[in-house]
């Protein structure tokens, strides 16, 4: 009895060895909890509580979704050669899993925009069953890519990281877009400025955050969503993740300690050199046909002019609409470098976050920076998305130039209370009166607004993206 019992029990440990090791032969083995090993950049909540930063977790990958930008915020995904097979590719369609009410992109919101459907999390990335690639034609994981970015240096940076794995890595990748050109499908759907990727590399392993150290590969990348470029080396656009943490405001790597991305955050790729954070702002091509982005006409001459850029408005409405504007009177266009922003969140004495501008502004100008998690209606006003934008009514904000202070709003050490200077910084927008021709210099001043600021009701943007000064 005994060897019938034991001849019984191997042959089902065979039965079901075998079982197991036939079952889905094709399936990827990524699952959803790797997708945000290295952690959540924004934050994100499975709640319809949180429209504007709505987590969608599926084995593919991860992503914030904006309902109101009709695109995800970023999107995460892990990438290793189990991922990868032959299965074809599926058809976009839109995704049912929103909740009700909120609008679902449809494949036809892009017909006729001039503008491809691009994939966050690419359609080859997930090839190894007809399941597992058709999540990634979900509308969700698409936003609005100029064909000569998606067709020619993006694919190329996608082709690239395949080519990684298959020399017997595993990568851990988080994309995205960046500022706004512009809407499609009557607003719905925000078309970013730029798209960025990070890509951090590893040998094929297990336990991969412990693996990570100051000598991890990471690629960045921030490239302009425009024409004209599909020519190009991806390598081009090289940049870093703290420059494109001070680009979207988001925490990238944040499982990592924080002593190794320290390092490996202000690192180029190719480069052992930390480099600054200041990231260009990819706007010198034309775009598809879209819904343009706001410009200012310059205004004639005032005879009033000032040395530098100064704040003309100031935007902080509800959740996450806040925005700051630059005004260039000069009397000539300017270079944007040596320009940079400030933010002093709760009475602090240092800066608790920054952004360094690039670029050029035409006299009578101005320059806008939005929080990147801001309402369409906002973004479509902004020239770039920055974490600088993610003040309250009692934070002071400073403007300066190779580091001289050329204006200030609020008081740097000062905390107001929640209602802000004056009452009136909190849940308003503030337009820079028009008799104000230069910026104020004294960052440690006391600080009124009602005597240089004209105020409105939250969430008033008609002003922004445009301004004039008269000294009359």
């Known amino acids: 009895m005994k060897d019938h019992r034991l001849i019984t029990l191997l042959a089902l440990f065979v039965i079901i060895f075998a079982g197991a090791s036939m079952v889905h032969p094709l399936e990827a083995k990524t699952v959803s909890s790797d997708n945000l090993v290295l952690g ?22 991860a992503l914030s979704y904006h309902r109101d930008n009709g695109i995800a915020n970023w999107v995460s995904w892990h990438l290793d050669s189990s991922d990868i097979g032959s299965a074809s590719r599926s058809d976009f369609q839109p995704d ?9 992109v449809a494949t036809g919101d ?45 694919v190329d940076l996608e082709t690239y990281a395949r080519e990684l794995v298959s020399a017997g890595n595993e990568l851990y990748m988080i994309t995205g877009g960046a500022g706004s050109r512009g809407t499609i499908a009557n607003g719905k759907v925000r078309i970013p400025n730029s798209t960025w990727k990070i890509i951090v590399v590893l040998s094929q392993g ?3 955050l412990s693996r990570i150290s100051n000598n991890t590969r990471v690629i960045a990348i921030n490239m302009p969503n425009v024409q004209g470029i599909r020519n190009n080396d991806w390598r081009d656009y090289l940049t870093t993740v703290d420059a494109l943490e001070s680009l979207t405001g988001y925490n990238f790597l944040s499982n990592v300690s924080t002593s190794i991305q320290s390092i490996i955050e202000a690192r180029i790729d190719g480069s052992t050199t930390p480099v600054p954070t200041s990231v ?9 046909t879209a819904t343009p982005v706001r410009t200012a006409t310059p205004p004639p001459s005032t005879g009033c002019s000032s040395t530098r850029l100064f704040f003309s408005e100031y935007v902080e409405g509800s959740g996450s609409n806040k925005a700051l504007e630059l005004y260039n009177n000069t009397g000539a266009s300017v270079s944007l470098s040596g320009y940079s922003i400030q933010l002093y969140a709760n009475g602090a004495t240092n800066a608790t976050s ?47 130039y190779n580091g001289t202070v050329v204006d200030s709003f609020g008081q740097v050490g000062n905390d107001p209370g929640s209602s802000g200077w004056g009452g009136l910084t909190s849940d308003r927008s503030l337009r820079r009166k028009a008799n104000i021709a230069s910026g104020d210099t004294n960052r440690i001043d006391s600080f009124s607004p009602s005597s240089a600021w004209d105020a409105y009701s939250s969430d008033t943007f008609s002003g922004l993206g445009s301004h004039s000064v008269s000294c009359q």
């Open 40 to 61: 959540n950049p924004s934050g994100a909540v499975a709640s319809s509580s949180y429209p504007t930063n709505y987590l969608i977790q599926r084995n593919q990958y």
């Open 96 to 104: 049912s899993s929103l909740p009700s009410g909120w609008y679902r």
């Open 110 to 154: 892009y017909s006729g925009s001039g503008y491809d459907r691009g994939h966050m999390t690419p359609s080859g990335d997930r090839t190894s069953s007809s399941s597992d690639n058709q999540p990634t034609f979900f509308m969700t994981n698409i936003i609005p890519q100029a064909p000569d970015n998606n067709q020619g240096p993006w």
């Open 206 to 208: 297990s336990n991969d």
């Open 280 to 288: 260009p702002n990819p706007t010198s091509a034309p775009n598809p």
């Open 354 to 400: 920054s952004v360094n501008l690039s670029g050029s502004l035409a006299n009578g100008a101005t320059y806008v920076i939005a929080n990147a998690s801001a309402s369409s209606s906002l973004l479509n006003l902004a020239n770039i998305t920055n974490g600088v934008a993610n003040f309250n009514g009692n934070d002071a904000l400073v403007l300066t």
